[in-house]
């Protein structure tokens, strides 16, 4: 991308009225055109260490600095990064982990009271609990790469899970909202129970509800192994709401039993029956009366009656 002066081929970027010999022939010094900061590049590395402690000439890029009156406080720019062990190890589940302390200590109250304590050489490397080693990891690829992700479906969706389990455990409150809106916006979201399962482990209650609708609304029974992870109070909860829903939508509002079977009988095809006129909602309409049902249910404390 560069050549030298002395080459017949043009530099691309460079104008030459900028460009121009340092007086050292081991360097090269240049300006961009279009008024990128000036570079000085070494043409091969220094044979001796020692002139690395040769004063800077008139051509470096910064000027020389006074040690005795100089106030170097003033010259620290937001990211002058001081700290006398900005690197820190930790070991989750027998795998060790060494990164900067600043995004740790930046956006977990929890780890910036652990770190607190290592200020000068760390001895041992700070051993984590109630994390797993890929939820941690996938912490860290969030603080390093998060940037770099576009939207919910550039990462799957257990990257976002693994990152709302680590959020949560070591108290990253802006990683977790990330995490609880990425998992939102996934095309790849979990079922409804796993949404109940995760909204009650990590407290997200706005998950709940929706969940509560879904499976109220679901044409399959709930099944032995999903009832075993929600637990009885939800089991039976959601039984009287489906339940709740069935009777709404045969339009009996339970005073009678109704088969959901076909008859066996010739009986003419009719949704009018003993006076009452079955009903057939629309998509809108189920939702709605779902809804009704589930707050009714999960949220009021009179449970036991559905109007």
């Known amino acids: ?14 104008n030459r009225s900028f460009a121009s010999r340092t007086a050292s022939p081991k360097s090269f010094h240049f300006s ?4 990128a900061p000036t570079l ?8 001796n260490p020692e002139r690395n402690h040769k004063p800077v000439n008139s051509t470096s890029v910064l000027p020389p600095i006074n040690t005795k009156t100089t106030d170097f406080e003033s010259l620290r720019g937001k990211y002058y990064l001081d700290h006398p062990m900005p690197i820190v190890s930790f070991v989750v589940q027998g795998r060790l982990f060494k990164v900067h302390r600043y995004f740790l200590e930046r956006d977990s109250l929890f780890l910036r009271g652990a770190l607190s304590t290592v200020q000068g050489v760390q001895g041992q490397p700070i051993q984590l609990h109630g994390v797993s080693s890929r939820e941690f990891e996938s912490l860290l690829n969030f603080l390093y790469e998060g940037m770099y992700r576009s939207g919910a479906d550039t990462v799957p969706v257990s990257e976002w899970l693994n990152l709302l389990a680590a959020a949560s455990a070591l108290k990253f409150d802006r990683a977790r909202e990330h995490a609880i809106a990425a998992i939102d916006n996934s095309s790849e979201r979990p079922d409804a129970i796993e949404m109940m399962i995760l909204a009650e482990k990590y407290g997200i209650t706005k998950w709940l509800r929706p969940a509560y609708i879904l499976m ?13 992870r929600i637990g009885l109070d939800k089991v039976v909860k959601l039984t009287q709401a ?3 829903l069935l009777r709404e939508s045969l339009g009996v509002n339970g005073l009678r039993a109704v088969s959901p079977l076909p008859s066996p009988y010739p009986w003419p095809p009719s949704n009018q029956t003993q006076g009452f006129i079955a009903r057939t909602p629309t998509p809108t309409l189920a939702v ?6 589930v707050d009714k249910i999960f949220f009021t404390s009179d449970m036991n009656v559905i109007d």
């Open 1 to 14: 991308m560069f050549s030298d002066l002395g080459s017949p081929t043009a530099s691309f970027g460079l």
């Open 40 to 47: 000085v590049l070494p043409l091969e590395p220094p044979s």
């Open 288 to 293: 709605e009366e779902a809804a009704r049902i």
């Open 216 to 228: 109220c609304k679901r044409a399959e029974p709930l099944r032995l192994g999903e009832a075993e």
């Open 32 to 35: 961009s055109v279009v008024g």
């Open 242 to 244: 489906r339940e709740a």
